[in-house]
């Protein structure tokens, strides 16, 4: 049963200190997206990768988010320093976008992380 | 700029009780609207994609439909465990993002 797997599920961590989210994308998808999910925004698109590729980062501040996609079966998100308004919950998914009639996304679990 | 924009924020039904959620989007050149269902506590899960105005379809008690400006999700005749968190998005021609409404929280009491 394929599934997208994400890392930590909840992490919980001082302002100022490195968090590292990571994300296994489902094999065969050539695109992975990362959102952040709180009440008040909903779901917000921080970046994408098309074949390992970066394709927008627009949505994640670039001062303290990084975003990488070091092999295909590896995606992370890295804050650093983390600020007590990162906290929320991070979603990884993946997607075959190719084609007409595709788009579909997968979601993993998320990373729930709250910044002290 | 590309807008997802849902209503109503809540809705609270009685079992059997029908209603419709909206979904209106501002994207210009779609190429999919998309319907999931999330859980509290876990990630979005997939339902339906709509590609063009006029087209339908459905799974069980929910129907979703599309026109140029806004979708529906129906739901017909709902039971407690169709409470969830329904969210809608879109994907603009030629480009991979897929943006996201900020959801409507179903409550189906028995």
């Known amino acids: 049963d394929a599934r997208v797997t994400q890392t930590p599920r909840d992490k919980v961590t001082e302002m100022g200190q490195e968090v590292t989210m990571r994300c296994q994308p489902i094999?065969?998808?050539?695109?992975v997206f990362w959102y952040r999910q709180t009440m008040m925004q909903g779901l917000e698109l921080l970046a994408y990768?098309?074949?390992?590729?970066?394709?927008?980062d627009s949505g994640m501040p670039k001062d303290r988010f990084s975003a990488e996609m070091p092999d295909a079966t590896l995606a992370t998100l890295k804050i650093q320093p983390s600020e007590p308004r990162d906290s929320a919950v991070y979603f990884c998914?993946?997607?075959?976008?190719?084609?007409?009639?595709?788009?579909?996304?997968?979601f993993g679990e998320g990373s729930r992380l709250t910044v002290l | 700029e590309d807008q997802v924009t849902q209503s109503p924020e809540a809705l609270r039904l009685q079992e059997g009780e029908s209603s419709s959620l909206n979904c209106s989007y501002t994207?210009?050149?779609?190429?999919?609207l998309f319907w999931y269902r999330q859980d509290p506590g876990k990630g979005p899960e997939f339902l339906f994609t709509?590609?063009?105005a006029g087209e339908e379809k459905e799974k069980e008690r929910l129907k979703a439909t599309l026109t140029k400006k806004e979708s529906f999700l129906h739901i017909t005749a709902p039971k407690p465990e169709d409470s969830a968190t329904y969210l809608c998005?879109?994907?603009?021609?030629?480009?991979?993002?897929?943006?996201f409404g900020t959801g409507t929280k179903l409550q189906v009491i028995p």
């Open positions: 998914a993946s997607g075959l976008m190719a084609g007409p009639n595709t788009g579909e996304l997968f």
């Open positions: 094999l065969g998808h050539n695109t």
């Open positions: 990768f098309r074949n390992r590729a970066p394709l927008d």
């Open positions: 994207v210009s050149g779609l190429r999919g």
């Open positions: 709509l590609y063009s």
């Open positions: 998005a879109a994907r603009l021609r030629g480009y991979q993002k897929v943006t």
